[in-house]
């Protein structure tokens, strides 16, 4: 069961969603597992923004796994090298194709993938088939230790846990997704609390103002 202050953030979260969420390819609706899992894989690490100007082609030269397994190291280094980390990423492309006649479609066994993990797999599954798993990266544990302040676990499981309750069964696709923009957007490193719906009840806001 969620606190009260926890259905509120989610609830205010999702009213936020309605007029911000950013507009990328890999979000469009009916992208495959295969799709939404190219992107999750070059957004680690990568600019949201470096991704969308690769994204493209990348799926144009390598629509499936059997398309990354026919070709070169060479030929997948040349498209994905804007991103950086290119040979550790065509690398592990590489592996997983020779691996994977298709992507598993099990959070444990694709987050066992070369490279993937578990934030990777958990984002594929629930951006691309809806699964209520939680996103759990340095942007959303940011936020999070910001609005709950003592309440936000010190534990990685226990931290898992947390953020799995507050997932939404019947919409969990926004509710991450703007988690993501709003880390991106208004609770950023640096974080700019005059636009924050949650600045009332923060726990870092009402410490730091």
Known sequence: MTTEKEARFRSSLLEWSAQNLRDFAWREPNRSLYEVFVAEFFLTQTPAENVASVYPTFLERFPSLDAIDEA??????????????????????????????????????????????????????????????????????????RVFGEEWPDSPSDQLQFATRLVPKDDARTYNLALLDFGASVCQPDPLCQRCFASEYCEYYNQTS
Do not use: H, M, W
């Open 72 to 145: 070169t190291r060479d030929e997948l280094v040349e498209i994905i090298e804007p991103l950086g980390f290119y040979n550790i990423r065509a690398d592990a492309l590489k592996t997983i194709a020779a691996e994977c006649d298709s992507l598993p479609d099990e959070a444990d066994e694709l987050s066992d993938l070369q490279r993937v993990g578990q934030y990777v797999a958990n984002a594929t599954l629930c951006f691309a088939d809806g699964e209520p798993l939680p996103v759990l990266d340095r942007n959303v544990e940011r936020i999070y230790g």
